[in-house]
């Protein structure tokens, strides 16, 4: 009998666990939306971070659609923020503060690369581009000039480069490895009273 209350009660804890953790980890795959890509070990290859912030450099154009070799043919599309979970478009003060650091925080010295994460949000880009139809080559002309945005609309009309935020708080690396505390309790509860029940049954 002690046996099997001790496997029950381990089985319970181990459902409770993982079912806390299930919840943690959902990811929502409806609409546009997938999951976050830019974990932790990617900071300072595809993004940085600034205090309570992870900021990005996703696109070398600023329209969600564009003609690259002007045949009429879309050769890009540019996508929202949300398109990674978590990311949001950056507020103005964000912006700002971009400016004022300027290029060289996003550029990597130990690698001699710029931090950049196009191919995240671009479906034709797979880099920063110089003129747009070469995206492994790299230009920093737009943002040396103060030109970035985080918002987009229009088609083929282009004048910045796009950054996107995220809290680092909500990396999900950060988020996937947290126990919440109510499980927590229930699975310690769970390991006392398997202590009680073995107490008296020894006796």
């Given at each position: ?32 939306y ?27 154009v ?25 990311w ?11 400016r ?10 130990e ?20 003129s747009?139809a ?28 796009t ?11 950060a ?29």
């Amino acid at each position: 009998m002690f046996k099997f209350a001790i496997s029950v009660l381990f089985a319970l804890s181990l459902f409770v666990s993982n079912a806390s953790n299930a919840s943690i980890l959902f990811v929502d795959y409806s609409g546009d939306y997938t999951e976050d890509k830019l974990t932790s070990d990617l900071l300072d290859i595809n993004f940085i971070n600034i205090g309570d912030w992870d900021y990005v450099w996703a696109s070398p154009v600023n329209t969600e659609f564009w003609d690259s070799d002007g045949d009429h043919l879309y050769d890009n599309r540019l996508l929202t923020a949300d398109f990674q979970l978590n990311w949001q478009e950056a507020q103005d003060w964000q912006l700002q503060l971009l400016r004022d650091l300027g290029v060289e925080a996003f550029f990597n010295e130990e690698t001699g690369e710029y931090i950049e994460a196009v191919k995240y949000w671009n479906t034709g880009f797979t880099g920063l581009s110089s003129s747009i139809a070469t995206p492994d080559a790299v230009t920093t002309s737009d943002f040396a000039s103060g030109f970035i945005s985080s918002a987009f609309n229009g088609i083929g009309f282009d004048f910045a480069d796009t950054f996107y935020v995220r809290e680092a708080s909500k990396r999900p690396d950060a988020i996937s490895t947290q126990v919440p505390e109510p499980a927590t309790l229930l699975i310690f509860s769970f390991a006392l009273i398997a202590l009680s029940l073995r107490a008296r049954f020894i006796k």
